[in-house]
C-alpha cells in the first residue's frame, strides 16, 4: 500500500470508514429502474449536446465562437488573479536571470549596435532611392492601414490549437480577418470577436494559412501552421533555391495581410520541407498590434501621397458604420 | 432569524464547493500563460476534480455540472467548444458506472485508473481534435500532457480532499 501524506492517507481511510458501510457487494447489480434509465438518457443527451456544438462550430464559425468569446470573458478576471502570482514568480526568476547574464549581453549589444548603424545607412540610402524611384514611376502607395494595440489577456494554446485572447473587440473596431503583429514581426490573424475581446488564431495553429514571400527572390509560397514552433512552407516553386536563413515577409497578394511584415527566417530546408522559425515566440508579447488593413484599390478615392494613416474612406461600408454609431 | 439564513447559506456555500472547486480548476487553464512554453502540455485540472467529485460527492456534481465545467474549459484553452464537455461527461459517466469499485480504495489504486482515464480521455480529445480539423497533430504533446495531468492528480487529490473534509464535516 502507498501512503503519500498522511493528510491524503487519512482522509481516504476516512472516506473508507464512512462509506464501506452504505457500499453495495461488488456483485451487486443496481435494478433496471426508470430512474436509472432516465440517468443514462440524461448523459446521451449532454454527449449528443457536446457534438451538436463541435458540429455547429464546424458549421457556423461565428455563432460558436461568439459564445466560446463570451464565456472566456466572463472567466478573464479570476484567471488574471489566479495568473498573478505565477507571472510575478517567472518575473522574479527572469529578473535574477538577466543581471547575471548583464555583462555578456552588454558586449552582445554593442556589437549589434555597432552592425545596425552600418545597416542604418544602407536603409536611408534605400529609402531616398524607392522614394525617388516612387516618383519616378508614380506608384499607387499601399494600402491604408489603422491599427488598435490590445494587451494578451490569455495564451489559450492547447495541445489541439494555438490561439491568443485579447482584450480588444468589436467596441474598438476589431473585426474578423484582422492582422496581428507585434514588435518582431506577424502574430496571427483575428478569428474571433466579442465586443471587448478577440481571439487570435497564431501562425503556428493548425488552420493557419499566410501568403509569404521568402528569401531575396521573393518566391511566393503559403505558409501553413502544423501547432509545432516551426510551421511549414508549401506550394514553393519546384526546385525553389531556398536556404536556412532566408527571411520570410507577408505577401499582399490576397489582400488579407499588409505587404512585408516580417515573419521569420527559414530555419531548415531540405528535399522534406521547409519549415521557419518565426520572429515572435507564441505567448511571448504582452501586447498586440492588430492592423485594420485595406488594400489601396478598394478606396475611394486614392489616399494621400503621404500613405496618411487614419485618413477618411468616403463610401467606405465600415466608415459609414461607424459614423451612424 | 439571522442564525437561520446564516445556516442556509453556509450550507449553500458548502454544498458549491464541488462545483466551484471544478470550475476553478477549468479557469487554472489560463494561469500557464505565464509559461508559454508549458501551455501546450499544461494538465487537464478539471478532470481530476470530475473524476475525484463523481467518486466522493456524486450528488454535488451532477453530470449537467461536468459538462458545464468542460465547455468552460474549452472556451477558456480554444479547444473546439464541446470537446472536452463531452469528455467530461463521458468520465462521469464511466466513474459514476464504477463508482462502487472505486469508493474505498486506496489513493494508489485511484491514481492508477485516473491515469487509465487520462489517457483515454486526453487520446480521444486528440482524436476527435484531429476529426475536426481533418489534420493529425503531434501526437507527442497529448503524450506529455496526460502524463502530466496524472502527476497532477497526488497533490490535487489533496487539495480536494481537504475541500471535502469542508463539505462533509460541519
Known amino acids: ?325 | 432569524m439571522a442564525v437561520a439564513l446564516v445556516r442556509k447559506m453556509d450550507r449553500a456555500t458548502r454544498l458549491a464547493v464541488p462545483f466551484a472547486t471544478t470550475l476553478v480548476c477549468a479557469v487554472l487553464a489560463k494561469v500557464p500563460q505565464a509559461l508559454p512554453d508549458l501551455a501546450p502540455i499544461a494538465p487537464v485540472l478539471p478532470l481530476v476534480a470530475v473524476y475525484f467529485w463523481t467518486i466522493f460527492q456524486p450528488r454535488l456534481l451532477p453530470p449537467v455540472a461536468a459538462f458545464a465545467a468542460g465547455l468552460l474549459y474549452d472556451a477558456v484553452t480554444g479547444q473546439p467548444f464541446g470537446l472536452y464537455a463531452g469528455l467530461f461527461t463521458a468520465v462521469h459517466w464511466l466513474v459514476s458506472e464504477q463508482h462502487r469499485h472505486l469508493l474505498g480504495q486506496t489513493v494508489a489504486v485511484l491514481w492508477a485508473s485516473f491515469a487509465l482515464i487520462a489517457a483515454a480521455t486526453i487520446g480521444s480529445g486528440w482524436l476527435l481534435a484531429a476529426i475536426f480539423h481533418w489534420s493529425l497533430a503531434d501526437p507527442l504533446l497529448p503524450f506529455c500532457q496526460a502524463a502530466a495531468t496524472g502527476f497532477s492528480f497526488p497533490p490535487l487529490f489533496w487539495l480536494l480532499s481537504r475541500c471535502e473534509a469542508v463539505v462533509v464535516e460541519r
Open chain 1, 1 to 325: 500500500m502507498v501512503r503519500w501524506t498522511t493528510g491524503a492517507t487519512a482522509l481516504v481511510y476516512v472516506t473508507m470508514s464512512r462509506t464501506s458501510a452504505d457500499r453495495p457487494r461488488p456483485d451487486y447489480r443496481p435494478p433496471l429502474t426508470a430512474s436509472n434509465v432516465f440517468k443514462r438518457l440524461g448523459y446521451l443527451v449532454l454527449i449528443a449536446l457536446a457534438a451538436a456544438f463541435m458540429v455547429l462550430a464546424k458549421a457556423d464559425t461565428r455563432l460558436v465562437d461568439g459564445i466560446s468569446l463570451e464565456v472566456s470573458q466572463v472567466a478573464a478576471p479570476l484567471a488574471d488573479g489566479l495568473a498573478r502570482p505565477v507571472e510575478e514568480m517567472v518575473d522574479a526568476v527572469e529578473a535574477i536571470r538577466r543581471v547575471t547574464a548583464l555583462n555578456a549581453e552588454n558586449e552582445r549589444l554593442r556589437a549589434e549596435r555597432d552592425q545596425l548603424f552600418q545597416w542604418q545607412a544602407v536603409a536611408r540610402r534605400l529609402e531616398a532611392e524607392n522614394t525617388a524611384l516612387r516618383k519616378l514611376l508614380n506608384a499607387v502607395p499601399d494600402g491604408s492601414t489603422l491599427f488598435v494595440t490590445a494587451r494578451v489577456l490569455a495564451d489559450t494554446s492547447g495541445a489541439f490549437a494555438r490561439s491568443e485572447l485579447v482584450n480588444a473587440g468589436e467596441e474598438e473596431g476589431v473585426a474578423r480577418g484582422q492582422t496581428v503583429v507585434a514588435a518582431g514581426g506577424l502574430v496571427g490573424r483575428v478569428v474571433g470577436v466579442s465586443s471587448h475581446a478577440a481571439r487570435v488564431l497564431l501562425i503556428s495553429d493548425l488552420n493557419s494559412r499566410v501568403p509569404v514571400l521568402v528569401g531575396t527572390q521573393r518566391l511566393r509560397a503559403i505558409l501553413a501552421g502544423d501547432n509545432s514552433d516551426q510551421p511549414k512552407l508549401l506550394y514553393l516553386p519546384p526546385h525553389a533555391d531556398v536556404s536556412v536563413g532566408d527571411p520570410v515577409v507577408t505577401s499582399s497578394e490576397a489582400g488579407v495581410f499588409p505587404a512585408d511584415i516580417p515573419v521569420g527566417v527559414v530555419a531548415t530546408a531540405d528535399a522534406a520541407a521547409v519549415t521557419v522559425s518565426p520572429f515572435v515566440s507564441p505567448g511571448g508579447e504582452p501586447f498586440v498590434r492588430i492592423i485594420d488593413y485595406r488594400p489601396a484599390v478598394l478606396m475611394r478615392p486614392p489616399p494621400a501621397a503621404d500613405g496618411g494613416h487614419g485618413e477618411a474612406r468616403p463610401g467606405h461600408p465600415e466608415d459609414k458604420e461607424r459614423q451612424q454609431r
